[in-house]
């Protein structure tokens, strides 16, 4: 019975040796050493012999209290161990940028420095192999445990053989460790479950919106900036004369906001060059472009978010004001942020801290365009349960924001009703108006239609103009069909609601237009047609090349309107310091008073206070004219053969030459008998 028994105990035990299992530890010997075959052994394992000659050591045992083999030790599993190369060690070593030169780097030195470093590895071998290390062609690893039969093990030394094979392997890995052996810079096969997924080179993606800001940045500085470099527009010298310690603050009118006065005054508190401010709004611009996007990037994914970008950023009303110091552009990016950090509100309590910064920088821009821009969010905010807690970050942004203009309203006009009020005459009268003809006589020039009455400048040119409205309620109509498979519209819906808020003022109150009054709602809808784009064009490889076609024509044709318009402003402005050279050569300087028409650009220019008696700047009276031209000197200005005001009719006239006809009249010198 007994022998029975122990025929059966060996029989398994042979069984699952051939199979590649564990056999009992009965013996000292490695289990490289054993001869196993696949017939039934009647031996024992203790009759297996021992020989007392040395055995080249290939693995370390696990401690004794470790059970080897037997019916309650655990399953054997090889463990790979800690790699301690130079090559993982670079692997690990992974810093952001420059991806793709690690990569080179890698692939290029690996196989040379691993082969200039073979002998060293194999002396390593030899003596980690007592310490359970076995180096391999991928670096040192640990070996694998001893107590597995049909574990394959391999010891890479310098020695000779001794009695046996220095390298164990089976006859079945031989072609294998021989392709390996020619081979080095090729990593061995780890065991299967536990090895390293292999390394491969990572280039950027999704940098499509970083391409974009930096040709934003270069159509800038080579098409826009030598053009503008010397000279400031009228409504420039409004918002820079605020903050230029150099020259006499124009009149500021009801309607304007400080924020643009806020922007450039560290530049200005520097230097007076014309140059340098048109690089520092060149590149602020292109900053707030891509923060404003940005933010889209998880919202929409990185190829929605730069075609967006690129659609904008490509409108030549949209690269002329970038380094111009005007608001509209500024109220449109962060029009673009605001909107979308409201989206990300809910899931994202810091953007809601975010949120109410870009509203009060908005409201500091332009106070009338914030109110219009949170009064979407605000109605959003109330309706839908998830965004209700922005609602106190929505009216702390904009009560901070409108701080600065509701203490000068008071200080200024008495009341933001009045000063309201004053807007309103200033502009003509806001009363309802459509105002849609105007907006698309202006949208190719002149920057300010007032009155509207020339023609449509290259009206071929602005067939995206009209395009743009149908293009919205595709992208509209395709998000309320997704709406009801479950995907969310709101990422559509919000930002058209606020595009069409932002636009109300331009196109149904006003009787007047310019281009840059519609940028805000221009941004705002790049994002829901280059969503709409992109879903359409991306599974039918036709039609993603058609769009692309479309979207470069656009860009191109946006071109010629930018050159032609640049050349009229430059053209303009220069006037303006022509005029002013020639009235620094008739006596006027500083201190001295510039009255009429242009007086405030021209009087920037001159070093001189501006000031008029009649129109939507005025701000003096005749009679104080006169009294402040008994101190400084002082000029009306006309323009066109107008003929002076009737109390200065009796000043000396000039002709300003290269001004195309406008002329001086200059007061007595302060002290002249009159």
């Known amino acids: 019975m007994t022998a029975h028994v122990t025929d059966e105990d060996t029989a398994a035990d042979t069984a699952a040796t051939a199979a590649g299992g564990a056999t009992r530890p009965a013996s000292t010997a490695t289990p490289a050493a054993i001869p196993v075959t696949a017939a039934p052994a009647p031996a024992t394992p203790a009759a297996i012999p021992v020989t007392a000659a040395p055995v080249p050591v290939t693995s370390v045992a696990p401690p004794a209290q470790t059970p080897m083999a037997g019916p309650g030790a655990p399953p054997t599993r090889v463990r790979p161990g800690r790699r301690r190369g130079w090559a993982v060690a670079l692997r690990r070593w992974r810093p952001a940028p420059w991806p793709a030169l690690r990569a080179t780097a890698e692939q290029t030195f690996r196989p040379l420095l691993l082969t200039a470093f073979r002998p060293t590895l194999l002396t390593i071998a030899t003596a980690g192999a007592a310490a359970g290390i076995a180096v391999g062609p991928a670096g040192p690893t640990t070996a694998a445990p001893a107590h597995a039969a049909g574990a394959k093990t391999r010891a890479w030394t310098t020695g000779t053989k001794a009695g046996t094979e220095t390298e164990a392997t089976t006859e079945a890995e031989a072609a294998t460790g021989a392709e390996t052996r020619t081979a080095p810079h090729r990593p061995a096969p780890l065991p299967p479950g536990t090895a390293t997924p292999p390394w491969r080179p990572r280039f950027p993606k999704g940098r499509g919106l970083e391409a974009v800001s930096l040709l934003y940045l270069l159509v800038q500085l080579t098409l826009v900036v030598p053009h503008l470099a010397h000279v400031l527009g009228w409504d420039e010298t409004v918002y820079v004369s605020q903050v230029d310690p150099r020259t006499p603050a124009a009149f500021f009118s009801a309607p304007r906001s400080r924020g643009i006065s806020v922007l450039v005054s560290p530049v200005l508190a520097v230097t007076d060059s014309v140059l340098a401010l048109r690089i520092a709004l060149a590149l602020l611009s292109t900053a707030a472009l891509y923060a404003a996007y940005r933010v889209w990037r998880p919202l929409l994914g990185p190829a929605t ?168 309620l595709a992208a509209l109509a395709v998000a309320l069909r997704e709406r009801r498979t479950g995907v969310p519209a709101d990422r559509t819906l919000v930002p058209l609601a606020v595009a069409v808020c932002l636009s109300v003022p331009y196109l149904l109150l006003l009787s007047y237009s310019a281009p840059r009054f519609l940028l805000p709602a221009y941004a705002l809808l790049a994002l829901p047609v280059g969503g709409l784009l992109t879903r359409v064009a991306r599974p039918r490889p036709a039609l993603a090349v058609t769009v692309g076609c479309l979207v470069a024509l656009q860009l191109v044709a946006q071109y010629p309107v930018l050159h032609r318009m640049t050349a009229q402003v430059a053209s303009l402005d220069q006037r303006y310091r022509v005029a002013a050279d020639e009235l620094n050569a008739l006596g006027l300087r500083a201190p001295c008073l510039l009255v009429g028409s242009h007086a405030q650009p021209v009087g920037y220019d001159a070093g001189c206070a501006s000031a008029a008696t009649k129109g939507n700047n005025r701000n003096t009276t005749p009679s104080s004219v006169l009294r402040r031209a008994e101190r400084m000197p002082t000029a009306v200005l006309t323009a066109d053969a107008q003929r002076p005001p009737r109390y200065a009719r009796d000043w000396t006239r000039h002709p300003l030459p290269g001004t195309d006809g406008w002329t001086a009249w200059l007061a007595p010198a302060p002290g002249a008998s009159r």
Do not use: K
Request: hydrophobic fraction near 50%.
């Open 305 to 472: 978010t730069a075609l967006a970008a690129l659609v904008f950023s490509g409108l030549w009303i949209a690269q002329i004001s970038g380094p111009e110091a005007m608001p509209n552009l500024w109220v449109a990016l962060g029009a673009v942020a605001a909107t979308g950090l409201f989206l990300r509100a809910p899931r994202e309590p810091n953007a809601r801290w975010w949120l109410a910064g870009c509203l009060a920088g908005v409201a500091l821009m332009r106070v009338p365009d914030a109110a219009w821009l949170g009064l979407p969010l605000l109605a959003t905010a109330g309706c839908v349960r998830s965004h209700r807690r922005t609602l106190p970050y929505l009216l702390g942004g904009l009560a901070a924001g409108a701080t600065q203009w509701t203490v000068e309203a008071y200080s200024r006009f008495g009341g933001v009703p009045q000063r309201l009020h004053v807007s309103g005459a200033t502009e003509g009268g806001m009363h309802p108006h459509l105002n849609l003809f105007n907006a698309w006589r202006s949208l190719n020039g002149p920057e300010l239609c007032r009155p509207c009455s020339g023609p449509v400048h290259h009206p071929e040119l602005t067939l995206w103009w009209l395009a743009l409205p149908l293009l919205a």
